[in-house]
């Protein structure tokens, strides 16, 4: 494996990458096809090119930073490692979909050292980090975004000013909710086509031609019906994503029922050992044999498609799990895994938001009459 010390590299253009997942080591991979000098680093050591040693390391050699890891702990925690030596010189652009309140404490971090902090979540898949064709949603001050912008353009083709650092988060987890829905309908809705005995393909055929189909139903459609669920964007970043969503909805007093279903049927797929699939794996509930004719790639223009698959630089709290117990309609969340749910945002359980109210109406039900 290649190692750098700070001692002899160019600092002026150097862009250092934090996070090797599916997103960040393809930004890696094609800002180093742009002619740039790249240098990366990742909680598990990788053997690629110019990989240092630390991130210390990494902000001695660069004045550009991208971080590309997967939730708020991992952020400010890789906020908190860089601060020991960033300067006035240094951009740091944070792309990971966190909490606004988080993503305003990592501004801190880094500006309370003189740094500029530059807010980037971004839309696309694997193929579009490859090729420079994210979209990213920015926010941060107008000097920050003015010196953080060539870094952008360099792997995107749009970039969509929201605002002040934090509303582009707000902005991305709520394009996230509409995704999660869209697929979340589509499996239920194959449910439903498949329970009355009418061919799949004829509701993909339908569908096509519906106003309501879109990019991502283009792109999942034909994969969930071939049983291809190999990771563009996983359960657990989704399920993440759709806990954020309900606890700034809560903090307004507010009830997303459609973005708490959507949670429970992720959360499902997690406690089958399915976290790191793709999240149209919640498919699995309701369509269990692979469609023939539709395991190969759809012929289609690859859509952008919502993508936080990095590794975290905190180990995951899977022990933190509830147990649960198996019902004839499914997954249903035993008493103590409701009383006992906490409040962090890990991607291996719910929340501390109350159930949707049918479900906890059920299961009050059941605990009223005895039942076990």
């Known amino acids: 494996m290649e190692r750098h010390t700070s001692a002899s590299q160019p600092k002026q253009t150097n862009i250092g990458v934090v996070g090797l997942g599916i997103i960040g080591r393809g ?15 990742n909680r598990s050591p990788r053997p690629v090119p110019n990989f240092v040693g630390s991130l210390g390391d990494l ?33 740091v652009l944070a792309h990971s979909t966190v909490a606004p309140d988080s993503m305003r404490a990592a ?20 193929g579009a980090a490859e090729k420079g064709e994210l979209v990213y949603y920015v926010g941060g001050t107008d000097e920050a975004l003015r010196e953080g912008r060539p870094i952008l353009e360099a792997s995107s083709k749009e970039i ?40 799949v393909e004829k509701f993909v055929e339908a569908m096509r031609v519906n106003a309501s189909y879109s990019d991502t139903l283009a792109m999942k459609l034909p994969k969930m019906l071939g049983r291809d669920f190999a990771p ?7 399920l993440k994503d759709m806990q954020i969503a309900i606890q700034i909805a809560l903090s307004h007093y507010q009830d997303l029922g459609v973005t708490a279903a959507a949670r429970d049927q992720l959360f499902e797929q997690m406690q089958w050992g399915h976290g790191d699939d793709d999240y149209s794996a919640v498919l699995r509930k309701y ?41 004839e309609a499914g997954l249903v969340a035993s008493s103590e895994s409701v009383l006992g749910f906490s409040g962090t945002m890990n991607a291996t359980a719910p929340a501390a938001t109350p159930l949707r109210r049918g479900f906890l109406k059920q299961l009050l039900s059941r605990f009223s009459s005895g039942e076990e």
């Open 59 to 91: 902000a001695e050699l660069c004045n550009y930073i991208q971080i590309f890891v997967s939730d708020d702990d991992a952020l400010l925690q890789t906020a908190e490692q860089l601060s020991e030596k960033l300067t006035q010189r240094h951009v």
């Open 107 to 126: 501004a801190d971090i880094v500006q309370r050292r003189g740094a500029r902090f530059v807010e980037a979540c971004f839309t696309g898949s694997k």
């Open 287 to 327: 369509l269990h044999e692979r469609v023939p004719g539709f395991s190969e790639e759809p012929q289609i223009q690859q859509p952008l498609e919502q993508s936080d698959a990095e590794e975290s630089i905190t180990a995951s709290a899977g022990a933190e799990t509830q147990n649960i117990e198996r019902e």
């Open 232 to 238: 563009h964007f996983s359960v657990k970043h989704m």
């Open 160 to 199: 969509v000013h929201i605002g002040a650092v934090g509303q582009a988060s707000v902005i991305k987890v709520a394009t996230n909710m509409v995704s999660a829905a869209s697929v979340q309908a589509a499996a239920e809705a194959l449910a439903l086509v498949q329970a009355q005995g009418l061919p």
């Open 27 to 41: 930004i890696a991979a094609h800002l180093r096809r742009k002619g740039f000098p790249v240098f990366v680093w």
